[in-house]
């Protein structure tokens, strides 16, 4: 009864962490609602992420497509028998795949292959420790690829874009928190969480740095300077303008913690771990004799609620809302400019990583002539009786596509992009050239975006995987905002060059 019992906590575990955000980030994202001008983009995204919120929990559905790749971290007293926990684990995350509660996310780093099951070398990451108390304890974090990606390590001394050199001291160390922040922009899905780990070597820095993410969102820092530094952290990176999913506004950063470990002489590093603002991370207290949960972490205190209801769609009085439905004319796209709010009907189509490289180099298996391409890795399902549902899908970073989303634009006819966190200049000379546009999507609401998805209508090349294949969606309402238009204008462009104008002035001296 003992592994049964281990089992089904473990299950519980990675379903609650994956569907239900803790409180003490419920709290923050509600303050940052609360702080943000009505009408603004800002403002939109959070309403949108706060009934995201909500549905998630609701549905028992994943906050975000992206289940990121479990790490857990495990202490047990002296003689318990951790090979057993791991195999509980591991059938758990099993189970947790096939309901829908994970999106299979283990890939072959040489073949690329998909286990279908989230299992493979070296995943799902599990760390022990040993310590006195008498009870088994667990924690979990869910961290996307969206936010992993925009983890940074610096080696001290360096030069830093904005701020000048940053030296081997605590100034050092500060300039290069402000920088994580500056470079992440709205590619993390901000508003977003940062651990930082100072000293160590590059892998026990970057260890030390996801450590401090699970810490309380509210906590004081032991040691008064790292405290001191978190707060001017929290104060000044809220100065940028970045704002939620890179739109401007009040709220950039929605924590800040940070730790520290003795280094060698040779080396200094300052390693920053990025979260995004769903911020999945749980932890259990488990009974060491009968494998059952006696206590959850992170849920103490009221409980956090949102407006049921989202507030209208508007960006600004200047804004407009447009309803597209495919295929798109060229005339239409030239009408479309950044600010405008676009509401989807009809067939959309889902690629990212393997289907841009397939279409740089083979024919598309559809005719994408006026389609939307939507950058997104869905969690799916298969009924018995042989169709899909669609349980979560939310956009993943575009960025990645940059190399190939010109040439594929040009090359098929595609009219409209969707994703997060906007695209580079390459693209940006496409829309412009061809006839095009960037729709951003806010990241994360992967519940929000599945209501808008009300059937999949055929899928190509599921041998890439679920997440990397080209599915057929039919939407209705399916609402972003143009911030990369056909004009050569483009709103990620305009915010990164203030933030950093904004950064810059950060350069002098602050911590001795």
Known sequence: MYIEAIEKSMYDLICETSTNLPKDVRQKIRAAKEQEDAGTRAAM????????????????????????????????????????????????????????????????????????????????????????EDHIEVKLILKGGGCENKNIQYSLPTELEGLGRAGRDLDGIRKC????????????????????????????????????????????????????????????????????????????????????????????????????????????????????????????????????????????????????????SEAQIRELKVGDVVKISGRIYTGRDAIHKHLSENDSPVDLDGQIIYHCGPVVLKNEDGSYEIKAAGPTTSAREEPYQGDIMKKFGVRAVIGKGGMGPKTLAALEEHGGVYLNAIGGAAQYYADCIKEVEGVDLLQFGIPEAMWHLRVEDFTAVVTMDSHGNSLHADVDKTSLEKLSQHKEKVFS
């Not at 690329?112 to 099951?117: A, L, P, Q």
């Not at 401007?248 to 003795?262: F, N, P, Q, S, Y």
Request: glycine share 10%; proline share 4%; hydrophobic share 35%.
């Open 45 to 132: 995204s959070l309403d949108t992420i706060a009934k995201n919120i909500n549905m998630a929990d609701e549905k028992l559905s994943p906050i975000c497509q992206d289940t990121g790749l479990p790490t857990f971290k495990i202490k047990t007293p002296i003689g318990v028998n951790q090979l057993e926990i791991k195999a509980a684990i591991k059938r758990a995350i099993v189970q947790a795949t096939k309901d829908g509660k994970l999106r299979p996310n283990s890939v072959d780093s040489l073949t690329g292959d998909n286990s279908g099951d989230n299992l493979g070398i070296g995943l799902p990451v599990i760390k022990f420790e040993q310590w006195e």
């Open 177 to 328: 928190i402000l920088h994580s922040v500056y470079q992440a922009q709205g590619q993390g899905c901000s508003a977003g969480f940062i651990g930082v780990g100072i000293g160590g070597d590059r892998s026990s820095g970057y260890d030390l740095a996801k450590e401090q993410l699970f810490r309380e969102v509210d906590d004081v820092n032991p040691n008064e300077q790292l405290a001191e530094l978190e707060q001017y952290i929290m104060e000044t990176a809220n100065t940028l303008g970045i704002g939620t999913m890179g739109f401007g506004g009040e709220a950039t950063l929605l924590g800040c913690k940070i730790g520290v470990m003795h280094r060698i002489p040779a080396s200094f590093y300052v390693s920053v771990a990025y979260n995004c603002w769903a911020y999945r991370r749980m932890a259990v207290d488990i009974d060491a004799n009968t494998g059952g949960i006696t206590g959850w972490h992170y849920n103490d205190g009221e409980k956090i609620a949102f407006d049921q209801e989202a507030a209208p769609v508007t960006t600004s009085q200047s804004s407009r809302t447009v309803e597209l439905t495919a295929p798109i």
